[in-house]
């Protein structure tokens, strides 16, 4: 079947919260892609997001494989550095190495990565470094593009929109996204963090947000390679 309509999620940062993120996508039948840092996996920490404690722990690498069947990991760098401020040569080691660790430990070759740390967090520069000196086969930055359309440059991939940014913005574009009935590919590409669901209890608006998008014959579920592959099959 040939779909006009692709949905897909890309999370970071492969915390314990996904544990529970996971259970909601399994339960409607979505896909994720989970973007990971290896030499961070297993350690604990936290954030203060709008004075508010929220648990940072990294799922444990003994973890990884099992927790994440069924759907996709993808490289975040070793370490979660803003790779912009990095030499060339630390850009290609912490993302080519970050990739060689997480297929080690899946068992299957990582071929996606997304760029760590907020603000200005990618360019032409780093994009170009990943592209030409590892095994990377796609990029995702933080820029929203607010829109479903198929993109050209698959190292500076902008996401349709953040999970938890805004959610009415979100409802309104997955209301449009099901609703709309062009012929135009469209792709809807969510992205975040598990954990951000903690800062203000959004574990039911993600929920219910699950259940809108899922169960539609005309809409592909997959995981970011899948997107791509997809997408590049049928151009």
């Known amino acids: 079947m040939d779909f ?15 544990e529970r993120f996971i259970e909601i996508l399994n339960k409607y039948g979505l896909k994720c892609t989970f973007n990971l ?10 954030l203060t997001i709008k004075g508010k404690k929220i648990e940072h722990n990294k799922v444990a690498p003994d973890k990884v494989k099992a927790l994440y069947k069924g759907h996709e990991v993808a ?17 290609v080691r912490q993302v080519e190495m970050d990739r060689i660790n997480l297929s080690n430990i899946v068992g299957y070759e990582v071929k996606g990565f997304a760029y760590p740390c907020g603000g200005i967090n990618s360019n ?6 990943i592209k030409n000196n590892s ?11 607010y829109g479903f359309a198929p993109q050209d440059d698959m190292f500076l991939f902008k996401p349709s929109l953040s999970l938890t940014k805004n959610k009415q913005q979100l409802l309104d574009m997955a209301d449009e996204f099901l609703n709309s009935e062009t012929e135009d590919l469209k792709l809807f590409y969510i992205w975040g963090h598990s954990y951000e669901l903690d800062i203000d209890d959004s574990w039911d608006y993600f929920e219910d947000v699950c259940k809108m998008l899922s169960n539609k014959k005309d809409v592909m579920y997959c995981t970011n390679k899948e997107a791509f592959d997809y997408i590049n099959k049928i151009k």
Not at 5 to 11: A, E, G, H, P, Y
Not at 124 to 129: F, K, P, Q, S
């Open 4 to 18: 006009k309509k692709i949905l897909t999620f890309s999370f970071d940062d492969g915390v314990k919260q996904d």
């Open 37 to 46: 840092n290896s030499e961070l996996l297993g350690k604990d920490g936290y």
């Open 75 to 91: 490289s975040h760098t070793l370490t979660h550095p803003n790779i912009t401020t990095l030499a060339p040569s630390e850009v």
């Open 124 to 129: 032409r520069v780093v994009a170009d470094l």
């Open 135 to 145: 095994g990377i086969e796609y990029a995702r930055t933080i820029v929203h593009s």
